[in-house]
């Protein structure tokens, strides 16, 4: 169930002009706050050379200074990072990047199952047995603190860059924030950084990396390396806002993703059918990304990075393809799962107001995935565990606007073993004895109304299918890339005439509806297709209905038509 609202804001038909932007582009942007020439321009500009390099960020230069001197001196550093999109890629431009100031260095991604996330007691003992002399972690490390002190203890040193939550424990007169006794602590979520703190830790890493260059006096490198579509990749996938910095790196990145030198990343692309495309951020979240997180999830994550280092064509064009089966065997469990989640939340917690579900022998590898889909059916907060690898549970949470997921975590803290994350998803464990207080607690705690569980869609343009042209199409591309903070814009019509709607497809996945337009013939759905049929096809007829959507070009042996991807309809 869905509520539909217009943004009913006056279009400047004079800035429209001036622009050489179509009125409805205008008020699109409006919507999204960019209203005054000035701000117009430079979000479409996008300019790279805008982008903070990082050096504002608290323990930035002092971090630096450490590496700088670890490299001089010939110390052993190790990278620790993590086993996701943006885990892999924070990992990899940190490597390659010591690697080219001739660093004694190696890496550690740790095994989602064998070791967890991030840095743990262990990874610091197998460190000290292999001389490792400096920790330098990226895409975790913040809620460390006791991995952090016994390296400390161990006489290491340690350097953190993050981007997720600090720590933090609810005192009478406000929150105390906990930051591991590192040497320095990176991280734009420090309560004292007052910058864009929505980056991810690739980005983290880039900044990190570029400020490091700069003080080698290798600038150009810097910026001749692939670093810079590796932090855009993991931007995406780590379905970060595309505003301000972010959008910057994510539209200059996947330009310059289209040329990369990285071999791996060329390899991967063609086996997707993505050479010699004009990429998306949906090729990113939807294509390559997955394909990247299907190692982490059911191999090991080591071997994504591992293409990312291969020199070879060939043999990166054998271990992509490899990547490639392995996410559709991912896609497979993903399903089976989804269905026993969707089983279990409609007989057994139809009142429940925080989604807790557990399913025994799913792979924990894909609860965060399934945790997202069951959030997106219900439109509420999820989270889902299964076994871990010991007598307690392992699970992923994903949560709705209205709901703070770390901060209600916070709360019943002393009910886990250990959880990280954001507002919007997190990673916990806890004992299986404390599973039903879990879900109580998270449910009494909650403070959510009914209201908050009605998914609001913000309509951006009213416009019928028949004042749709294909100039102003390809002009919509000047709002890409689309993602998090900057989604798609919905389109609405009312009284759409329509003569046929019906499922079609090979796997009778598609939704296609024949419109009465001489304009725009034909709309596509591809979610929730057989309810909607059913909503268009009552009482044997098909009557006029409203719709969302979005407008598009199909393409087909070269003839290009007006297409509309159909959101919704009532």
């Known amino acids: 169930m869905s509520k539909w609202f217009y943004k009913n804001k006056k279009i400047d038909r004079e800035l429209s002009n001036k622009l050489g932007i179509h009125p409805a582009i205008i008020k699109i942007l409006a919507d999204r706050g960019v209203e005054t020439e000035e701000d117009i321009r430079e979000f479409l500009a996008a300019d790279l050379s805008k982008v903070s390099d990082g050096s504002e960020l608290t323990d930035m230069e002092k971090g630096i200074s450490i590496i700088q001197d670890a490299i001089a001196a010939g110390k052993h550093i190790r990278i620790i990072g993590d086993y996701d999109v943006d885990g892999v890629t924070s990992t990899y431009i940190l490597y390659k990047g010591l690697i080219g100031l001739h660093a004694k260095?190696?890496?550690?991604?740790?095994?989602?199952?064998?070791?967890?996330?991030?840095?743990?007691?262990?990874?610091?003992?197998?460190?000290?047995?292999?001389?490792?002399?400096?920790?330098?972690?990226?895409?975790?490390?913040?809620?460390?603190?006791?991995?952090?002190?016994?390296?400390?203890?161990?006489?290491?040193?340690?350097?953190?860059?993050?981007?997720?939550?600090?720590?933090?424990?609810?005192?009478?007169?406000?929150?105390?924030?906990?930051?591991?006794?590192?040497?320095?602590?990176?991280?734009?979520?420090?309560?004292?950084?007052?910058?864009?703190?929505?980056?991810?830790?690739?980005?983290?890493?880039?900044k990190f990396m570029g400020r490091l260059y700069k003080r080698f006096g290798m600038e150009d490198e810097f910026r001749n390396s692939?670093?810079?579509?590796?932090?855009?990749?993991?931007?995406?996938?780590?379905?970060?806002?595309?505003?301000?910095?972010?959008?910057?790196?994510?539209?200059?990145?996947?330009?310059?993703?289209?040329?990369?030198?990285?071999?791996?990343?060329?390899?991967?692309?063609?086996?997707?059918?993505?050479?010699?495309?004009?990429?998306k951020s949906y090729d990113y979240g939807f294509k390559i990304g997955p394909c990247i997180n299907a190692e982490g999830r059911l191999d090991t994550a080591n071997e994504a990075f591992n293409l990312l280092m291969e020199t070879d064509h060939k043999k990166a064009l054998d271990k992509a393809e490899e990547m490639r089966k392995l996410n559709v065997e991912r896609q497979d469990l993903t399903k089976s799962g989804m269905e026993d989640a969707f089983r279990i939340v409609d007989t057994e917690m139809k009142n429940d107001k925080v989604l807790v579900v557990y399913i025994p022998g799913i792979h924990e590898s894909i609860v965060g995935i399934i945790a997202g889909k069951v959030r997106e059916r219900y439109n509420k907060p999820a989270i889902v565990l299964t076994n871990g690898d010991g007598d307690f549970l392992k699970g992923s949470g994903r949560s709705i606007e209205a709901y703070s997921m770390f901060e209600k975590l916070s709360e019943v803290r002393d009910l886990m073993l250990g959880f990280g994350g954001h507002p919007l998803a997190a990673g916990l464990s806890l004992k299986k004895e404390n599973l039903e207080e879990f879900r109580k607690q998270l449910n009494v705690r909650c403070g959510l109304t009914e209201a908050d569980f009605v998914a609001k869609v913000m309509i951006d343009v009213v416009m019928p299918v028949d004042y749709l042209t294909e100039g102003f199409i390809r002009q919509m591309d000047i709002l890409e890339p689309f993602g998090k903070g900057n989604e798609k814009p919905v389109f609405a019509q009312q009284n759409v005439s329509a003569s046929q709607a019906q499922i079609i497809g090979k796997n009778k996945n598609v939704l296609k509806i024949a419109f009465n337009s001489a304009v725009c013939r034909n709309g596509v759905c591809f979610h929730d297709i057989e309810e909607k049929e059913r909503i268009l096809n009552q009482d044997g007829k098909l009557n006029d209905f409203k719709m969302l959507y979005y407008p598009d070009l199909n393409e087909w042996q070269g003839t290009v038509s007006i297409q509309a991807n159909v959101l919704d309809v009532c």
């Open 105 to 206: 260095c190696d890496k550690f991604i740790p095994h989602r199952i064998k070791d967890g996330y991030g840095l743990h007691e262990n990874a610091i003992r197998r460190a000290r047995e292999d001389g490792v002399e400096v920790i330098l972690t990226c895409d975790n490390g913040i809620a460390a603190a006791d991995a952090v002190s016994l390296a400390k203890e161990f006489g290491m040193t340690v350097v953190v860059t993050d981007h997720h939550e600090v720590p933090f424990v609810q005192e009478p007169d406000g929150r105390r924030y906990i930051l591991p006794a590192a040497d320095a602590v990176i991280d734009p979520k420090r309560p004292e950084d007052h910058v864009f703190k929505e980056i991810c830790g690739a980005v983290v890493a880039w």
């Open 226 to 279: 692939d670093f810079l579509e590796m932090a855009s990749l993991g931007t995406v996938c780590d379905v970060m806002d595309l505003q301000k910095d972010n959008r910057a790196i994510v539209k200059a990145g996947m330009k310059k993703m289209q040329i990369t030198n990285n071999v791996g990343m060329q390899a991967l692309m063609e086996v997707l059918g993505l050479k010699d495309k004009i990429l």
